[in-house]
Every structure is written in structure tokens, then in C-alpha cells.
């Protein structure tokens, strides 16, 4: 897929999975009450069924370190990270999480919709995008598009291709072993 960045910030779902739709890549999308924290995901998908019960659900952290540098963490929604461990691996300095305006500002999303797929709005690049590596085990991943009152499946593939085509190669790292252990 070729570098396909959209002219102006793509702000809705609509707008998003027309977007992917006009690049030839598959998803399928999944209409649901606003879920706003990993629990509340969990306890909506517990009566979806197949094929919501496969693959990876993952959660997606915005953050921003001391020296203004921007990252997009994206792990499964179960993965143990540990925020003030994560500097070192990252050759970042200390992380914290963005703010709401600068969210909104740089991926055109709201808290609670954090997504990868809001790399789409960030042009030039200037967000890293950080993707951890068991959650690429899985061949179908699930996300908000733009939008936490939805969810999206993509296969790994084209998520890989989606955030290359928007100027984004991600680093893939396991992001819990980088961190290293606190028994030390």
C-alpha cells in the first residue's frame, strides 16, 4: 500500500473505515455501547461470539515524554505495562500520558477512542509508534476506529501495511521484557 495519506484530518468512523475501504483493506466492524476502559471491552465482547472472541483485543496508551517526544504504545488489553519502565526501552525520557487536546490535536481522536489507526491524522509523522511483539502472534486485531462506540477487525498484515502507508514504521519491541523485571 503506498503512502495514502487523506488531505484533511479523518475525525469519524465513517469517515475512517472509508478510508480503509478505499485502500482495498479488509476489516470488519462491530457496532457497540461506548466502552471507555479494558473492563468495560471485556465484559461487552463476553456475549459476541465468533469471530469477536479471536484474535488480539488490544488497549492503546498516548504518551508523551519530558522533552515533548510522542508515542503510541499499543499492546494486548491484558499486558502488565509499567509506564516508568518503559523510558530506557524507548531511548525516550520520562513518559507520561499525553493530554486531551494534544490527542485530539495530533490524532484527532478523544480519550477513550485511542487507536493505531489514528496515525492516519498525524502528518507529518511525528508520533512513534510502538507496537508490542506477542501482540503480532495473532492474525486478526481489534481497535476502536476513531470512535470508542465501535470496534474494528483488521488482520495483522494490514495493520502493518496501514501504519507504513501513513508514514509510520513502527518499532516492535516485547515491551514487557524491555522493561526488565523490578527484582534486581
Do not use: Y
Request: aromatic share 6%; proline share 7%; hydrophobic share 45%.
Amino acid at each position: 500500500m503506498p503512502n495514502a495519506l487523506p488531505d484533511a484530518k479523518i475525525t469519524t468512523r465513517e469517515a475512517f473505515l472509508a478510508w480503509l475501504e478505499g485502500r482495498g483493506v479488509a476489516h470488519e466492524t462491530r457496532l457497540h455501547e461506548p466502552l471507555h476502559t479494558v473492563e468495560e471491552a471485556q465484559a461487552a465482547r463476553a456475549g459476541w461470539g465468533a469471530p469477536w472472541d479471536r484474535g488480539g483485543h488490544c488497549k492503546n496508551l498516548f504518551l508523551k515524554d519530558k522533552k515533548g517526544a510522542l508515542f503510541l504504545i499499543v499492546t494486548l488489553e491484558d499486558r502488565p505495562l509499567k509506564l516508568n519502565r518503559l523510558s530506557k526501552p524507548l531511548g525516550s525520557a520520562r513518559l507520561s500520558f499525553a493530554n486531551a487536546d494534544l490527542l485530539w490535536e495530533v490524532l484527532g481522536v478523544r480519550p477513550g477512542s485511542v487507536t493505531p489507526f489514528a496515525l492516519v491524522n498525524d502528518a507529518p509523522p511525528s508520533v512513534t509508534a510502538v507496537l508490542d511483539a506477542p501482540m503480532l502472534a495473532h492474525e486478526r486485531l481489534h481497535f476502536h476506529p476513531l470512535d470508542n462506540r465501535a470496534t474494528t477487525a483488521i488482520a495483522r498484515d494490514d495493520l502493518l501495511a496501514v501504519l507504513r502507508a501513513t508514514g509510520h514504521e513502527p518499532i516492535i519491541l516485547d515491551l514487557v521484557e524491555a522493561a526488565g523485571d523490578d527484582e534486581a
